[in-house]
């Protein structure tokens, strides 16, 4: 273990605004530190930098109290990129990274032939050697932070402390920055730990989160572990969708649309979706336009629907991907069929994984339950089971459900009223 | 292009050098008695061991009086204290990272100028004759006021530069205060006070030298010392730290040592303003902010400007003397203007 952080209070004169957080940073970790403005987090970053003493509980570096390093030392393990970027004095940009080599330097001597390449090294990896000879107080925001970066990799540290180091920077320097940390991890083994205000940056890069709030620490995990539309309206207090069209571990988050949160305001008549392949999402879209609050399952994760259901802010019943429904994931699913006023069978096709749906769906039917069958494709056209999934539908049509031929229609039967349907084709 | 600008330094510090030595013997050869600078050359030469045999023919021995014990000591003390305030003003600005600070920041100065008056008004009240009684109370009187300046300004283990600034204007005022309060009841000591207060270098000998030199000699090698860690605290003590720099104990020895210096030039001189201040921006402008380069070329023109200003002091009212403190400021006061109108985008 590289840092083990352990109970610690930290703050500003008496207040604490930090509180007893515990935290543990392996080597080569890539961590984000992310939070809403004034939680602690970059009082945290500070306090593993060794600025604020902590009032309780320490910092351990390799198992050493970081308040008995001395700081000559400590800059040689670990290099700390500052907020403020205080590049206001005519240096140029060569004499700034220079200043990267004074851990290793003796009082008095000289830059050495290795120290001169350790700069050299440290401006190309940063692109600031065509800036050289410039003076840092003419530089851009995103010119200076690349040239704090420099200085930092002329220390040649082992771990690498950032506090928002995309704060300043546009679109593109955001991208170069976080993919260039990357690349110093893997090619030099970097510990890297920074705070964050961009929680899909942070999901795209980080192993993983430390989420503070309020001053103390409220989740700890891999990105798609912690961000949630719950850990953000916990921590943020907003309500916005988690998706996750790149990578189910690296999940974003989108601010919900103002249409689809105030349609859904008392919701209460519920239907349940069975759905999968895509064929689910006109239903999502027009039933939550239309007021009602709506599930679905079982549906594999990565699948459209899910996608779609994700998104939509949907409450899902789901597999892992490309496994059959389980047997847990069907006793849920039953849950949310007898909780639902309707249950929707959409027009999905059938294969070995998903053929319990169908099951399900006859049971409820038989049961007496309301079951509406989107009936628009023939069913011989998504039959993948040889045969057994025609037998169960055949059956499913004959057991007294509404038939229908469109999603409109459907709705329309559950409304039960036809001048409320606006119809909606996306 | 790190060779280049390393021979343009040389140069520029050769032109020093050769400024300075200038001025010397130009501030030796002015005065009441003109003193050809050929034969002022001479008689240094001749005072130096293995060369007095070859130089003295020839030489005015009441010509070699007024050089040796008044005149030599007189630029040496100008020098010393031009290169002190000089040093001491550049290394406040660094520390504090604010072009405004002097050496007289931290209150210093109002702390040695009320010791100097105490000891002019006890001397007269009492009548009792103290050998070196102004410098002697002006040094111990600055080294107090640095360590009440310094204790108010602790929070907690740190010295953060704001609070420091603030209580050193704070007792600055409050000693200010007191030295017109003395000023006030001085009565016929009046003009003493007010004429050590503009500053001098009228009738200082070798003893001021020696005065001067432990101090002077103790704080700027500290200044120089930490030439490279003044450079990383001007990025910020943060990134200072961060760059494995000890940021609180080099800034309580920068603070001890620039105001040691300080103290040692206002009880050999007076207060002479404007040196400490604008010296190190002139050098700025033309050596940029590498304090390892800054120094040395702030303590050349710090002492060759004091010298050159003390000659002025001395020739423009002759006989009479100007207090050297007038001089700086009427002479340094536009020269800066200009230079701040020429490239007013970086001052510092």
Redesign the interface.
Known sequence: MLFNILGVTCGYGASPVLQDASVQIHSRDFAGIVGPNGSGKSTLLRTISRVLQPLHGKVLLEEEDIYDIPASRLAKKMAVIPQEQGLNFPFTVRDVVMMGRIPHLKRFAKESLQDLEAVARAMELTDTDVLADRQVNELSGGEKQRVLLARALAQEPKILLLDEPTAYLDLNYQIEIMELLVRLRRDYGLTIVMVLHDINLASRYCDYLVVVKQGSIHAIGAPHQVITTNMIKEVYGCDVRVECSNSIERPYIVFNSEEILAAGKGRERWVHVVGGGGAGVLLFRNLLKSGWKVSTGVVNVGDSDWQEACRLGVSIIEAPPFCSVGVDEVRRNREMMKKAEFIIMAGIPFGTGNLRNLECVLEEAEKGNPVIVVDNIDIGDRDYTGGRAAELYASLLKSGVHIVKSEWEAIHIMEGDEAKWHPEVS | ??HKRNIKQSILFAILLIILLASFVLGISIGAVSIPPSEVVKIIFSHIPGLDSYLTAGLLPEHETIIMTMRFPRVIIAALVGAGLALAGATFQGLFRNPMADPYVIGVSSGAALGAVCSILVQSLWDIPIRFGIPAFAFVFAVATIFLVYNLARVGGKVPVMTLLLSGIAVNSLLSALVSFCMFFSGNQLHKVVFWLLGGFSGRGWDYVYIFLPYGIVGSTVIF?YA?EL??M???E??A???????EQVKRHLLIAAALLTGACVSVSGLIGFVGLVIPHIVRMLF???HRTLLPAVALIGAAFLLVADVLARVVIAPGELPVGIVTALVGGPFFIYLLRRQKN?M?
Do not use: K, T, W, Y
Not at chain 2, 241 to 247: A, P, T, Y
């Open positions: 292009m790190i010392i490279r450079n990383a001007l990025l910020g943060e990134p730290q961060h760059l494995g720099i000890e940021v940029g902010p590498d970086s510092f």
